[in-house]
């Protein structure tokens, strides 16, 4: 299961960031998601035990309804605790803002993909030879994807993500960097668009971002 979770990834190189949605419009949200061409979403916790269950209620809400056609994961995983529930909502990865070698351990124990986040060199190597399954690169909003490049140069052994600042103005020229994918939240995942109730405008918003990743795949 793990190893077609990774292919997976390889493959969609795009995560949806979904932060402080409420419960009921989850659903809508993730079908216009869906129907825009995304398949992994990433549920993030929020630093806050009280909400912790919450969170993980709503990784079980979305993988129980969609049954497989979304690929649903756990962000912004900072204690062992989080991975353990997330396992347990249904969760098939683990991404977070640091790297922490203890949630990566837990990870592993558990058969979850593991993407921690690193910025460094230093820690980019350090996570990867704790056992990450990727590198989410972050933030790489005021670095650019020049950073990318560089750093990918002598690493280009590490399957690493970009995420924070991509958008539809840069994506192409963060995937020509060489990365496997990134991770998109306000930027598809729209605060305005969710509180209008529109799913609709999410949904184009979606499909532009994917239809950008399939150009690139053909060339």
């Known amino acids: 299961m793990k190893g077609t979770i990774i292919?997976?990834?390889?493959?969609?190189?795009?995560i949806a960031i979904i932060r402080n949605v409420e419960?009921?419009?989850?659903?809508?949200?993730?079908?216009?998601l869906y129907e825009g061409g995304v398949r992994l979403v990433e549920i993030t916790f929020s630093?806050?035990?009280?909400?912790?269950?919450?969170?993980?209620?709503?990784?079980?809400?979305?993988?129980?309804?969609f049954a497989g056609k979304l690929v649903v994961g756990a962000g912004t995983v900072v204690t062992p605790k989080q991975v353990l529930m997330t396992r347990d909502a249904g969760g098939k990865f683990i991404i977070s803002p640091n790297t922490?070698?203890?949630?990566?351990?837990?990870?592993?124990?558990?058969?979850?993909?593991?993407?921690p986040g690193a910025l460094t060199p230093t820690e980019i190597v350090n996570a990867y030879?704790?056992?990450?399954?990727?590198?989410?690169?972050?933030?790489?909003?005021?670095?650019?994807?020049?950073?990318?490049?560089?750093?990918?140069?002598?690493?280009?052994?590490?399957?690493?993500?970009?995420?924070?600042?991509?958008?539809?103005n840069n994506l192409r020229e963060y995937l020509g960097t060489g990365i496997i994918g990134v991770g998109i939240g306000s930027s598809i995942v729209h605060n305005g668009y969710i509180r209008q109730k529109n799913f609709a405008a999410?949904?184009?918003?979606?499909?532009?971002?994917?239809?950008?990743?399939?150009?690139?795949?053909s060339k």
């Open 23 to 32: 419960h009921e419009d989850l659903i809508p949200l993730c079908n216009a």
């Open 100 to 115: 922490s070698e203890a949630v990566i351990n837990e990870t592993k124990k558990c058969g979850l993909v593991s993407i």
């Open 202 to 217: 999410i949904q184009r918003l979606a499909s532009e971002y994917v239809e950008i990743i399939e150009e690139n795949r």
């Open 47 to 65: 630093y806050d035990e009280l909400r912790d269950e919450r969170t993980a209620q709503d990784i079980r809400l979305v993988t129980e309804h």
């Open 129 to 168: 030879s704790f056992g990450a399954d990727f590198v989410k690169v972050f933030p790489v909003e005021n670095l650019g994807s020049e950073y990318i490049r560089a750093i990918k140069a002598p690493l280009s052994h590490i399957p690493m993500l970009a995420v924070g600042g991509v958008d539809l």
């Open 7 to 14: 292919e997976l990834i390889k493959n969609y190189r795009l």
